[in-house]
T-cell receptor
Framework: QQQVKQSPQSLIVQKGGISIINCAYE??????FPWYQQFPGKGPALLIA?????SEKKEGRFTISFNKSAKQFSLHIMDSQPGDSATYFC?????????FGKGTRLSVIA | DAGVIQSPRHEVTEMGQEVTLRCKPI?????LFWYRQTMMRGLELLIY????????DSGMPEDRFSAKMPNASFSTLKIQPSEPRDSAVYFC????????????FGQGTRLTVV
C-alpha cells in the first residue's frame, strides 16, 4: 500500500505559467511534508518543507499548500522557468524515515 | 562540508559478483539512510542507522544485501551475489536530529549488473 500518492506523473508547462503537483497521504501521524527536486544524474535535494501547524509556506516562487483535514498537500511553482525542469518528489515522515511519492517529471517549455 | 559523498559513481559488474557501495555522510549527522531508485518502484528505503546502529533493515530486499556502519563517517552497502534485477541507482543520505528532518542525499551510485 502506497503511503503517499503523487500526481500527475508528468507535467508540461509554458514558461511563466504555474506548475501544480499534488500529494495525498493516509497516516495522520505524519508531521513532516517536504518536496524534493531531482535533476538527471543528481541526488534529490530539499526544495521546501512544511509542518502540519501551518496551512501554507512560501519560499520565493515555490509554495506548499497543506490541507490537514483532506490529508493532502501540493507544490505550486509560480512563473515556471526552463531551469525548473526536473523531477519533483513529495515525501512524508513521522517517526519513520522519509517515504517518497513516485515523482512528477516537470518540463517547462519556452 | 562537501556534502554526502558516495563511491563509485558508476559500477558495472557481472551477475554473481560481489558489489560494495560506499558512503561518507555529512560530518556531525547522526542518521544515515540507504535508498534505491528505480523507474518502477521509485525511491525505496533499504536501511537506516542512528549513531552507527542499524535501526530498521526491513527494506533490504533479500539476504544478499547487507549494510554496515563501522564509524560515524563511513557506511557500506554490499550485494553478494549480485543479480541483474539489482540494477538501480543507490543513494546514501544523512540527516541531523531525527528522521523527520531534512535528509541530504549523495549523488548516487548507478549499478548495472549484466
Amino acid at each position: 500500500q502506497q503511503q503517499v500518492k503523487q500526481s500527475p506523473q508528468s507535467l508540461i508547462v509554458q514558461k511563466g505559467g504555474i506548475s501544480i503537483i499534488n500529494c495525498a497521504y493516509e497516516n495522520t501521524a505524519f508531521d513532516y511534508f517536504p518536496w524534493y527536486q531531482q535533476f538527471p544524474g543528481k541526488g534529490p535535494a530539499l526544495l521546501i518543507a512544511i509542518r502540519p501547524d501551518v496551512s501554507e509556506k512560501k519560499e520565493g516562487r515555490f509554495t506548499i499548500s497543506f490541507n490537514k483535514s483532506a490529508k493532502q498537500f501540493s507544490l505550486h511553482i509560480m512563473d515556471s522557468q526552463p531551469g525548473d525542469s526536473a523531477t519533483y518528489f513529495c515525501a512524508v515522515s513521522g517517526n519513520t524515515p522519509l517515504v517518497f511519492g513516485k515523482g512528477t517529471r516537470l518540463s517547462v517549455i519556452a | 562540508d562537501a556534502g554526502v559523498i558516495q563511491s563509485p559513481r558508476h559500477e558495472v559488474t557481472e551477475m554473481g559478483q560481489e558489489v560494495t557501495l560506499r558512503c561518507k555522510p555529512i560530518s556531525g549527522h547522526d542518521y544515515l539512510f540507504w535508498y534505491r531508485q528505480t523507474m518502477m518502484r521509485g525511491l525505496e528505503l533499504l536501511i537506516y542507522f542512528n549513531n552507527n546502529v542499524p535501526i530498521d533493515d526491513s527494506g533490504m530486499p533479500e539476504d544478499r544485501f547487507s549494510a554496515k556502519m563501522p564509524n560515524a563517517s563511513f557506511s557500506t552497502l554490499k550485494i553478494q551475489p549480485s543479480e541483474p534485477r539489482d540494477s538501480a541507482v543507490y543513494f546514501c543520505a544523512s540527516s541531523f536530529g531525527g528522521v523527520n528532518t531534512e535528509a541530504f542525499f549523495g549523488q548516487g551510485t548507478r549499478l548495472t549488473v549484466v
